[in-house]
């Protein structure tokens, strides 16, 4: 079946960085938009962005550019979210999704915490 | 960038009740709004696309409608596992959530 996987809950310190990995399974890798929407405690869903795994292209939302980088590696069908200069608000818990043809988020990640804390 | 705006923001109904939450866009983006389910510690799961089309598997309670700026999302005998928060989501350019919409039983 289709499914993404993530790596697991990180705990950081402020300042620091954070990668998160997302492994997709059960569908061909290059044929859907891989987004990262990410929700601290609590709060609503917030979009940060999303990756072409076809070419790696990239588009973030205006509050993360210039701090966050999304990457791809097609030969093991994983998608990667890296985030710098870590702030106690972006703690959350951050999912990949998968985006299908009708441009609906239909396969999402199990969620990755991600605590920020000195 | 495109701003969604929900109301309310929280609910209380009867099992049975119908039940209406409402999305308004800053710009035009046509039928371009999907709306997802999310319940406590899960990820949100999608219920409806293009405005007004029913996912496959998503029970005949649920109903989308609306075009432009103004969009309806319609529980029509709330159930008691419709218990979540309910979330719009443009995708005309880029993407946006709205707030979100906690739906409670009375």
């Known amino acids: 079946q289709v499914q993404l996987v993530q790596s697991g809950a990180e705990l950081k310190k402020p300042g620091a960085s954070v990668t998160i990995s997302c492994k997709a399974s059960?569908?061909?890798?290059?044929?859907?938009?891989l987004h990262w929407v990410r929700q601290a405690p609590g709060q609503e869903l917030e979009w940060v962005g999303w990756?072409?795994?076809?070419?790696?292209?990239?588009e973030y939302a205006q509050n993360f550019r210039g701090r966050v980088t999304m990457t791809r590696d097609t030969s093991i069908s994983s998608a990667y979210m890296e985030l710098r200069a870590l702030k106690s608000d972006d703690a959350a818990v951050y999912f990949c999704?998968?985006?299908?043809?009708?441009?609906?988020?239909?396969?999402w990640g199990q969620g990755t915490t991600v605590i920020v804390s000195s | 960038d495109i701003q969604m705006t929900q109301s309310p923001s929280s609910l209380s109904a009867s099992v049975g009740d119908r039940v209406t939450i409402t999305c308004q866009a800053s710009?035009?983006?046509?039928?371009?709004l999907n709306w997802y389910q999310q319940k406590p510690g899960k990820a949100p799961q999608l219920l409806i696309y293009?405005?007004?089309f029913l996912e496959a598997g998503v029970p005949s309670r649920f109903s989308g409608s609306g075009s432009a700026t103004d969009f309806t999302f319609t529980i029509s005998s709330l159930q008691p596992e419709d218990i979540a928060t309910y979330y719009c989501?443009?995708?005309?350019?880029?993407?946006?959530f709205g707030q979100g919409t906690k739906v409670e039983v009375k």
């Open positions: 999704v998968r985006e299908d043809h009708r441009f609906s988020m239909d396969v």
């Open positions: 990756i072409d795994p076809t070419n790696g292209g990239t």
């Open positions: 293009s405005a007004s």
């Open positions: 059960g569908y061909t890798f290059t044929d859907s938009y």
């Open positions: 989501q443009q995708y005309e350019n880029l993407r946006t």
């Open positions: 710009q035009d983006i046509g039928i371009y």
